[in-house]
């Protein structure tokens, strides 16, 4: 390798962390201050870098907001397509396997940093700068109902539950899934193990009455017969 592209190679890595480290400062003083009370001045503090260099690289407040935004999400992002790798593809302990989905879903996207910090700018900022969260609103729960709107079909189709709408199905799951731990999270809290695993087994178990398929139906039509003879 020739001195130059030592040098080349150098430099881009040394952009690539000052750019993180820009980012990872923007981040933490957008979620403390919000983006009106948020200085450039106070995010070059934080990243150790000048003014000017933040300007180099954004060119202005809202540009740089839009990367963190960006950067959280893309985080966020891969994180919940490796919990969506673990979704339940068996009619076998289906309660069980949900749950436990349910307690990793919540655990590792909705109440881990990246999932705080995306929900807080959105409550604080979402009404002023609706068009700052418009790609997280289409790529973070969007993407979230539309995955599990296709699971719930495989599962539906193999016939673990009866849904006539899978969005819907998606969309009432997710809601759930959350809806035990609103509280806590609403106001900085981190959920126990204990109340991670309640809020999903309860979550799950409305679920299952409201889509799961009838024992009688599972049994098959002998156990049907016998039910009826009976």
């Known amino acids: 390798m020739t001195p130059a592209a030592r040098m080349t190679g150098h430099t881009q890595r040394g952009q690539c962390a000052k ?33 000017q260099t933040i300007y180099n690289h954004y060119r202005e407040k809202e540009t740089l907001f839009v990367a963190v935004v960006e950067d ?3 985080r966020a992002n891969t994180m919940l397509f490796s919990m969506l790798s673990t979704f339940p593809d068996s009619a076998d302990n289906l309660e069980d396997d949900l749950t436990a989905f349910v307690v990793r879903l919540n655990r590792n996207c ?10 807080k700018l959105v409550q604080t900022e979402g009404e002023r700068y609706p068009h700052l969260f418009e790609s997280w609103r289409l790529h973070g729960p969007g993407k979230l109902t539309t995955a599990l709107s296709a699971l719930f079909a495989r599962l539906a189709h193999k016939g673990a539950l009866v849904i006539d709408d899978f969005d819907v199905a998606a969309r009432q799951f997710v809601a759930l899934g959350n809806a035990d731990l609103q509280m806590t999270v609403l106001f900085g809290g981190v959920p126990t193990d204990e109340e991670l695993e309640k809020a999903a087994r309860n979550a799950v178990r409305t679920f299952l009455k409201a889509y799961g398929r009838p024992a009688a139906e599972k049994a098959g039509p002998q156990s049907q017969l016998a039910v009826i003879s009976g």
């Open 72 to 74: 959280v999400m893309n």
């Open 19 to 51: 750019r993180m480290s820009i980012l990872d400062a923007a981040a933490d003083v957008f979620c403390s201050q919000g983006f009106a009370g948020a200085s450039i001045d106070e995010i070059a503090a934080v990243a150790c870098v000048s003014r």
């Open 110 to 119: 909705i109440c881990n940093h990246d999932g705080k910090f995306l929900r």
